[in-house]
């Protein structure tokens, strides 16, 4: 307790990963308070064409306008 | 606002996932209003023999009489 | 399957929530085929102090300028 | 993009949830780089007798020596 | 490691959750080995008008002949 | 209903998650009553790289005196 879960456009790397799961767990403990170990943080990679904003694919050109 | 997560089995095509994140974008501002740039929408992919029904994988043949 | 989880600012009513059920399965079953019978919808009420866009919660007024 | 969903236990206050959300939003862009805008946090709270760690509920003593 | 979430239809005893908890554990342990302090589960409970099939709310009577 | 979704390191066999779709849902049928039809089970797989706790990837050394 607390978990976070981190879904993210895929590409990150583990170096990334590694300083974005070290941040979010200090910003927690120092906001919550609580032990670092109680933080649990995963990370789920989505492809540009498994998220759409407006109806349309990230992996897609944004429509006239858009 | 609002997250749409939709869950499928794997195999579908981006352009399957292109259609349905414009079908599903269209239904939800239709029915709550809102605008489409608002709805977020995230595809995962799941393998057969990672959703399981009744005790028995989808990518296992059904129990007799199942 | 699908499995569609929807996440949504709390207040909606029950009438708006049958209505985009109804959207959303529709919408599904034109786009992947498939039966009604087989896709499944969640609805989850978010507070707007339990959604924050930018580092602030919905519930809060924007900053200025935001 | 991204989307971070925290699981806390419940009883927090929107004052402590307007801090973390701070906080995480303000580490993920230090961390990641892109904006503030971009970035959308969820929370859920848990309560006790809705979460279980080695078979036992949080709202129930831990096993003798546990 | 590993998580367990569980989305159940509301109404359950803290009895049926303490029990269900204990239950799952002993059968991931079981099957995967890992000792039970390393597995978490968090209940959902969800409410019959937040989950629909086949476009029905649970809370509705099924469609004539559904 | 209810539908149980479970996070475990990648790296399970197919028998594992086999086994473990069994146990779950005898489990759950055991405990809640209901038909094992009505239970679904998901799995996802998380690298060690994208599962934090205390700040530190799973995939990485924990730090000395961890």
């Known amino acids: 307790?607390?978990?976070?879960?981190?879904?993210?456009?895929?590409?990150r790397t583990v170096?990334?990963?590694?300083?974005l799961a070290a941040a979010l767990t200090e910003a927690t403990v120092r906001t919550l308070g609580g032990s670092p170990g109680?933080?649990?943080i995963l990370f789920?990679?989505?492809?540009?064409?498994?998220?759409?904003?407006?109806?349309t694919l990230w992996s897609d050109p944004p429509p006239p306008g858009g």
Chains 1, 2, 3, 4, 5, 6 share one sequence.
């Open 44 to 55: 789920f990679d989505i492809a540009k064409h498994d998220w759409a904003t407006g109806g």
């Open 1 to 11: 307790m607390p978990t976070i879960r981190v879904e993210l456009f895929e590409g």
């Open 15 to 19: 170096e990334q990963k590694r300083a």
């Open 38 to 40: 109680s933080v649990d």
